[in-house]
């Protein structure tokens, strides 16, 4: 199902992006899938899971440095692509507050969010923005960084403790310098300034960040003493001694703000550093207070970021890559081309369907873009023919590939496929956190017959990884210490890393809230894994499926070599017990998430889906299909305030 494929390369992608500061995609990459993430999730209420990636935060603090907690969170923006979202988020506010309205606009940096306390005046700690409420202590190296002032005289009103926020970045000449020495001493050259940046921040050795030039703009005070405005804010850091970026303005109408975008769209090159957007925020502190926040984000502020560019190549081949669950993926390879400044050179086409659709072809010119100014999409097709099939033979292992009703997806149905057993391993590493199992490792271990499916990892030993290029002693007994303190998951989670079809984590709980041990899931009948709510006749047949076939032989071997999967411990009786509560919409004063936990701590079971067995319907602003079920059905729906009403005193 698409919408939980995008949940999980988010939650991957956050992964490689919080905790390792390895990004696999860059930030516009990951923008647009959030978009069609989010965009889904809109459109269709009812697919809404707590556990989606746009009811958070982003990633986790790494364990290298000491965790901090930010005296308030640290939240992300939502986004404006075009100008038709931007107009849209002016007449939202407008809505709220009237029109009345001053926006203060400001260029937004390519860089890494930080915050910065001062006591009396003193830089007493500076950290990562982490998942936005834990960071990482980067003291001592930001420190290092020549425009954190170490020392200040606080603007008058302000208290003897407040924080500074901000961005680090990587000036565009120092990076282009540092790259030629890399290259010099014939290492391998740094990705982006974005990045390096980071990296350089979360340095062991402070000397590394101090060497690297970087750099800072600072933008938000927590509290923001008597300053009324953002407007004031930046002026009351700029007199502080913090850098502030001096391209900014106040704007009076979404039309300026427009007008303002494009003309820094136009002169982004002029800068010495790199910018992916701009921030609009309202100004005033008052109005702000007013709009208030929504799950991830503020109401009184957007990233209005850049629109793709475009560019025309050549299709040279339609390949096929292979997936965990067997799914065969079609991919252009273009000659290469350079759009926004990457150069690309393949382009993920998804399906047969949207192949024919789009009418693409080997030989075919094409026009690309990147969406969210990082995804390579082909847009148009200059001569567009129709016709092009999927292959009939896996092109890994040979395999036959069908195409089962409903879905649009081919798959190879050979179990022991190699690509689906790399994959699988990727995932089920993944799923149960074990750091140090990507990509090179697994092919290596597979290559060399050490691994056939995931019990195999559990018995991998010190001597056999030592084997492995880029291991010595001690990584290798660290990965064996890995691998072992992940044998005790709990139950949602070896279900979601088994890798069955269709079951993402909001499914996984679901069937481990339910079921409670591994063995009576896998026990379950179809009926049985119908009754489950969010769970109809096609999941429950794969489910079945799954554990009928080699997935259920799979399980026993993971049970032998001593993974020991436990159920969350059930909740007592308490006044909502027996009941199954569904939330759809927004909620004004709680979270949904609280909410659902909530309800679970009371006894009732929070569900994901609309069903005759729902007790109640809790329906906030923008509540969608799901309160038209509820309608339909005759259930009874609830806003917000009747359901704190249910709340025991």
């Known amino acids: 199902m698409r919408v939980e494929e995008l949940r999980d390369v988010i939650r991957r992608h956050e992964h490689a992006y919080y905790v390792l500061d390895q990004p696999e995609v860059s930030d ?48 992300s923006l939502q986004n404006a692509f075009d100008e038709s979202e931007i107009r849209g988020f002016d007449k939202r506010v407008r809505a709220a507050v009237g029109d009345k309205v001053i926006y203060c606009a400001e260029l937004k940096i390519d860089g890494l969010a930080i915050s910065l306390t001062y006591a009396k005046g003193r830089l007493q700690r500076a950290a990562t923005r982490g998942d936005g409420t834990i960071g990482e202590d980067v003291t001592a190296n930001l420190r290092t960084i020549r425009s954190v002032p170490l020392a200040v005289t606080p603007a008058k009103g302000l208290p003897d403790l407040f924080e500074v926020r901000g961005e680090v970045y990587f000036p565009i000449a120092g990076f282009e310098k540092l790259n030629r020495e890399m290259e010099a001493a014939g290492k391998p050259r740094f990705v982006n300034p974005r990045n390096t940046a980071a990296g350089s921040v979360r340095q062991i050795d402070p000397n590394v960040t101090a060497s690297r030039n970087l750099q800072t703009f600072m933008y938000t005070l927590d509290p923001a003493g008597p300053a009324r405005s953002q407007w004031d804010v930046l002026n ?58 929504v799950a991830r984000s503020p109401r009184w502020a957007i990233a209005f970021k850049y629109a793709p560019e475009q560019a025309e190549t050549e299709v040279e081949e339609i390949a096929c890559y292979v997936g965990r669950t067997g799914v065969l993926t079609p991919v252009a390879h273009v000659k290469p081309v ?5 150069t690309i050179r393949n382009v993920t086409m998804h399906n047969e369907a949207q192949v024919n659709e789009k009418g693409v072809y080997v030989g075919a010119r094409v026009v690309i873009h990147r969406a969210g100014d990082v995804i390579p999409e082909i847009v148009s097709v200059k001569d567009p023919k129709p016709g092009w099939k999927m292959p009939s033979k896996c092109p890994v292992c040979g395999g ?14 050979n179990p022991f496929c190699g690509a689906q057993r790399l994959e699988r391993l990727r995932h089920f590493a993944a799923a149960m956190d074990i750091e140090g199992l990507g990509h090179a490792t697994l ?37 064996v210490e890995r691998i072992a303190a992940s044998n005790r998951p709990e139950l949602g989670r070896f279900v979601y890393a088994l890798g069955i079809p269709q079951v993402g984590w909001a499914t996984a709980d679901l069937l481990a809230s339910d079921f409670a041990s591994i063995e009576k899931l896998r026990d379950a009948t179809q009926e049985d894994l119908e009754r489950v709510d969010g769970v109809g006749p096609n999941m429950a047949r794969e489910v079945r499926m799954y554990f009928q076939g080699p997935g259920g032989e799979l399980v026993k071997k993971l049970l032998a070599v001593g993974v020991e999967p436990h159920g969350v411990e059930p909740v007592g009786d308490g006044p909502f017990s027996g009941k199954t509560f569904v939330f759809t919409g927004t ?23 609309v069903s005759a067995k729902t007790d109640y319907v809790v329906a906030g602003p923008g509540a969608g299909s799901k309160l038209e079920k509820a309608q339909k059905l005759k259930l009874n729906v609830l806003d917000e305030e009747q359901f704190k009403a249910l709340l025991p005193k």
């Open 28 to 75: 516009a990459e990951y923008d647009a899938i959030f978009k069609e993430l989010r965009q889904i999730e809109e459109d269709r209420p009812d697919l809404l899971t707590p556990d989606s990636p746009t009811q958070r935060v982003g990633g986790e603090a790494s364990d290298q440095f000491a965790k901090v907690r930010h005296r308030s969170p640290m939240l």
């Open 400 to 413: 036959e590939v069908v195409r089962e009703e409903p879905y649009v997806a081919h798959r190879c149905i």
């Open 338 to 342: 350079v759009v926004g400044g990457v």
């Open 587 to 609: 909620l004004e004063t709680i979270s949904r998430t609280d909410a659902e936990a909530l309800v679970r701590k009371l006894g009732g079971k929070a569900a994901g889906s």
């Open 236 to 293: 009351a850091l700029a007199a502080m001694g913090f850098r502030v970026n001096k391209n900014r303005r106040r704007l009076h109408s979404i039309d300026e703000v427009i007008e303002y975008h494009a003309e820094w769209q136009r002169r982004r090159h002029e800068l010495e550093y790199e910018i992916d957007g701009m921030v609009v925020k309202v100004d005033g502190f008052a109005q702000q207070l007013e709009l208030g926040f």
């Open 443 to 479: 092919t290596q271990v597979i290559d060399r017959r050490m691994v056939e499916d995931p019990s195999d990892l559990y018995r991998l030993t010190r001597e056999q990884l030592v084997e492995l290029e880029g291991f010595a002693d001690k990584s290798a007994q660290n990965l």
